[in-house]
């Protein structure tokens, strides 16, 4: 049962857990438009493909899936999803099972603004979030007050994050007033949640909860285990109205007594080593859910207090590994 991760990036502990995984059972191939990004060569297999946005991308990843008869295609970034949920049934004509909510949600999740909308219409606590409009209309009756955070309405990795302490600096961005939102910039504690909906019944199978110390280049880079009934009843109940499938990350922060939801994201999130670490394990999840298994629960089963410490490696590979495919 071969599967094909796409956008792999520098995601090498998780192409390794996914080679562990598999064992003998299957061949882990891992793409990517960049043939430096380490993750790459932790894979049973690398393909060198187009940019997603390349009218030829889905047809390069099906020639793979083809070459490699592979089951299971998933992505680990945001951009992508909405290509693979776009396609799903393309992909499932040649019997691979694209792992992606489907594109409705796929596309809130993309749509900060949207996914704040949704939250307060589904009574559930959310960091407010204002278009350039709402902001300055909040911003005259006092709702809301500077400093300010704009971001991208659609963005991801932390990319594009300006904080404002006046309204001329607000006044600055009238011209994106489509492409941006504004959030009240917050200090709060931040912390993270990652979870798998089995494919079939949207069952929240795995449940794993920590609160972020530290932050680099938009992912995790160190956070602390706990378990919080608060922030476990919040994500159950956002399961119960979102459709979520496979792999997601919630970002959230803590306002008093109240988790607010900040961010979905429907794929594994960059924390997601702590919860695998600590016996939470999605990917085996997925594993299950591929051979037409039910995903076994785990929620809450595991040590709180553990802190995961990220750091880097270095790997060494031939210049002429870089042009050629396979391995």
Known sequence: MNVLLTSVGRRVKL??????????????????????????????????VPRIDDPAYVQTLEEICLRYDIKAVLSLIDPELGVLAAHAERFSRLGVQAVVSGLDAV????????????????????VPTYTLEEARAALACGELTYPLLAKPRKGSASLGLVRMEKEAELAAFAHKKDELIVQPFLQAEEYGVDGYAD??????????????????????????????????????????VLPLRGPFDIDCFLLGDQYAISEI???????????????????????????????????????????MLKYDQVMLVHSSRLTGEGM
């Not at 494919?199 to 706990?226: P, V």
């Not at 939470?280 to 299950?288: D, E, K, S, T």
Request: aromatic share 8%.
């Open 265 to 307: 994201n429907p794929r594994f999130g960059g924390g997601y080593p702590h919860a695998h670490e600590s016996g939470v394990n999605a990917v085996a999840a997925l594993f299950r859910n591929l051979r037409k298994e039910a995903s076994k629960p785990n929620i809450g089963d595991y040590e709180a207090g553990t802190i």
């Open 107 to 126: 596309n809130l999740c993309l749509d900060k603004k949207g996914t704040c909308d949704f939250l307060r219409a589904h009574g559930l606590p959310c």
């Open 199 to 240: 494919l079939f019944t949207g069952e929240l199978t795995t449940l794993f909860t920590r609160k972020k110390m530290r932050m680099r280049a938009g992912e995790t880079d160190r956070s602390l285990a706990i378990r919080d009934e608060r922030l476990t009843s919040l994500v159950t109940s956002l399961v119960s």
């Open 15 to 48: 192409i390794e857990y996914f080679v562990r995984e598999w064992g003998s059972a299957g061949k882990i191939i891992a793409a990517d438009c960049d043939p430096t990004a380490p993750a790459l060569f932790a894979a049973h297999h690398r393909q060198i």
